[in-house]
């Protein structure tokens, strides 16, 4: 029997766990979440966590499963998801997999590329020089290095820049050198779904999950988590917007106006992303949930 992999994707506030629940429901089966914001347990609220009641609609893996403390990349995230979606696929034939981190989606569905192995000393310092002159000029050395890369990557990322640039220092070649675009063998199929909506829409919806968010405590989380502020995990929108707001810095209405901002930009970078791959399938966000159903079952019959 072939198994099957239902990969859900969007930009933030589209509704994918609504989706998820409903379709890990429909086919008895488990959800991998990919979303690399909501594994760990300090942050809920800035990362939008499902509820309560969500988590126990369907069973959830990867959701407030590491601490911010912990060191985790993508490269770990592909081989624990692959090892639990194989193992689930000995209880169901269908995994539902949920989440907008496109480079997470890609380490599972598609597999990621080789990099050599690189001299630890050379990311701390990345990290201090990121600490010391910040963001502009790490991305102004990878401009240098490796123009493809800074033209490709999510520029706007520290982690993405200071990886790349890791990749350029240790070997002495660029980070897109490594970039081989071959996918690794899965044993199981994917079915790719996408929901989206008019930009306008998507906009509104992004501005009221961030008042929510306030709402329900926001504050309280990102006040208790300004002891570690310096991590890599929290250098993040909903996070280090409000940072600069207790840090005197921004006032609150402004720093909520750009956590706004900030995740409508990220809600385009992720289009962005998704838009390039052609084996996803996109329904509007108020699609008919049989609708998604029919065209499911009409591919595992297919394949």
Not at 86 to 96: A, D
Not at 211 to 236: C, F, Q, R, W
Request: overall charge neutral; proline content about 3%.
């Amino acid at each position: 029997m072939t198994n099957f992999l239902i990969s859900i994707v969007g930009p933030t506030a589209i509704g994918k766990t609504a989706l998820s629940i409903k379709l890990a429901n429909h086919f008895n089966a488990e959800i991998i979440s990919a979303d690399s914001r909501q594994f760990f347990k300090e942050m809920a609220i800035g990362t939008a966590v499902p509820f309560k009641e969500e988590l126990e609609a369907a069973t959830h893996y990867f959701i407030q499963n590491k601490s911010i403390t912990d060191h985790y990349n993508v490269g770990d995230f592909e081989q624990e998801a692959i090892t639990k979606i194989e193992n689930l696929h000995h209880k169901n034939p269908v995994v539902v997999m949920v989440g907008g981190s496109g480079l997470y989606v890609k380490a599972v569905t598609k597999g990621l590329d080789y990099f050599p192995e690189i001299d630890p000393n050379i990311r701390t310092e990345l990290n201090t020089q990121f600490e010391n002159n910040g963001l502009s000029a790490l991305q102004n050395q990878l401009q240098m290095l490796d123009p493809e890369a800074f033209k490709t990557i999510a520029i706007a990322n520290p982690q993405r820049v200071i990886r790349a640039l890791e990749i350029c220092i240790g070997t002495g070649k660029p980070y897109s050198s490594f970039l081989t675009n071959s996918e690794k063998n899965r044993d199981f199929k994917t079915i790719s779904i996408g929901l989206n909506a008019e930009r306008s829409i998507i906009y509104d919806r992004i501005n009221q999950r961030v008042d929510i968010m306030i709402e329900n405590g926001l504050l309280e989380e990102v006040k208790s988590l300004l002891p570690y502020k310096h991590l890599n995990a929290l250098n993040t929108v909903g996070y280090k917007e409000l940072f600069n707001y207790f840090e005197g810095t921004w006032t609150l209405d402004f720093a909520i106006s750009e956590i706004k901002k900030n995740t409508r930009r990220f809600a385009k970078r992720q289009l962005t992303w998704f838009k390039k791959d052609e084996s996803i399938t996109w329904f509007d966000f108020k699609t008919d949930i049989n609708e998604i159903i029919e065209h499911i079952k009409t591919t595992i019959k297919i394949s």
